[in-house]
T-cell receptor, first 114, second 113 residues
C-alpha cells in the first residue's frame, strides 16, 4: 500500500514564524503536490514537483515555497506565517504523468496561525 | 473559467436509497482523466473511482458508478444503496496532460437513517 505521511496532524504557530510542513511518500512516486483546503473553496494547488529539485507553481503560490531534495520528501515552507494561512494542508503523490494514475493523499495538517 | 464545477454544496439521502452527485468539467484536451474522492470527517482523501476520456463504458466500483456523458462534459457519481458511512465530502477532479489535477469545491453528503 502506498503511504503518504505528513509530519503533523495539528500545528499552531504565531504570526511571522517560519513554518515547515513535511511530506514523505514511500512508493517512489515522481510527482508530489501541496494543496490547501478551505471550506467552500475545495482543494487549491499551491505547488507541485515532478522530479527532485524540480517544482512548479500552482494556483496560489504566494507566501509559500517548497523544497524537494530527495524523491520521497516534499516540504512546504511558509516563510513568514500569517493568519490567512490558517488552513488544512494536504500533500499528495502520483506515480507518473499517466492520466489514469490517481493521487494518494496524506492525512493532512491542520495549521492555525495566531 | 472553473475546470471542475460541483453545484451541490450539500445533499441528503435516505439510507439504502441511491444518490447522484453532479460534476461538470471544462477542457479542450481530448485525453483526460476524471476522478472522485471521498473525504470523511477524519480528513483523509479516499480515491473512489476513475473514468478515462476514451473509456466507452461507465466506470463502476462496487456501489459507486460514474455516469460519464462526454458531450455534456459531465461525470456524475452515483452511489447506490447508501449507508451511514457514506456521509462525507465528495470531490470531483480532473487530470489533463501534464501533472496538475483540478478539484471541484465538493459536495457534502449526509445519509439519513
Amino acid at each position: 500500500d502506498v503511504k503518504v505521511t505528513q509530519s503533523s496532524r495539528y500545528l499552531v504557530k504565531r504570526t511571522g514564524e517560519k513554518v515547515f510542513l513535511e511530506c514523505v511518500q514511500d512508493m517512489d512516486h515522481e510527482n508530489m503536490f501541496w494543496y490547501r483546503q478551505d471550506p467552500g473553496l475545495g482543494l487549491r494547488l499551491i505547488y507541485f514537483s515532478y522530479d527532485v529539485k524540480m517544482k512548479e507553481k500552482g494556483d496560489i503560490p504566494e507566501g509559500y515555497s517548497v523544497s524537494r531534495e530527495k524523491k520521497e520528501r516534499f516540504s512546504l515552507i511558509l516563510e513568514s506565517a500569517s493568519t490567512n494561512q490558517t488552513s488544512m494542508y494536504l500533500c499528495a503523490s502520483t506515480r507518473d504523468s499517466g492520466r489514469a494514475d490517481e493521487q494518494y493523499f496524506g492525512p493532512g495538517t491542520r495549521l492555525t496561525v495566531t | 473559467a472553473q475546470k471542475i464545477t460541483q453545484t451541490q454544496p450539500g445533499m441528503f439521502v435516505q439510507e439504502k436509497e441511491a444518490v447522484t452527485l453532479d460534476c461538470t468539467y471544462d477542457t479542450s484536451d481530448q485525453s483526460y482523466g476524471l476522478f472522485w474522492y471521498k473525504q470523511p470527517s477524519s480528513g483523509e482523501m479516499i480515491f473512489l473511482i476513475y473514468q478515462g476520456s476514451y473509456d466507452e463504458q461507465n466506470a463502476t466500483e462496487g456501489r459507486y458508478s460514474l455516469n460519464f456523458q462526454k458531450a455534456r462534459k459531465s461525470a456524475n457519481l452515483v452511489i447506490s444503496a447508501s449507508q451511514l458511512g457514506d456521509s462525507a465530502m465528495y470531490f470531483c477532479a480532473m487530470r489533463e496532460k501534464g501533472n496538475q489535477f483540478y478539484f471541484g469545491t465538493g459536495t457534502s453528503l449526509t445519509v439519513i437513517p
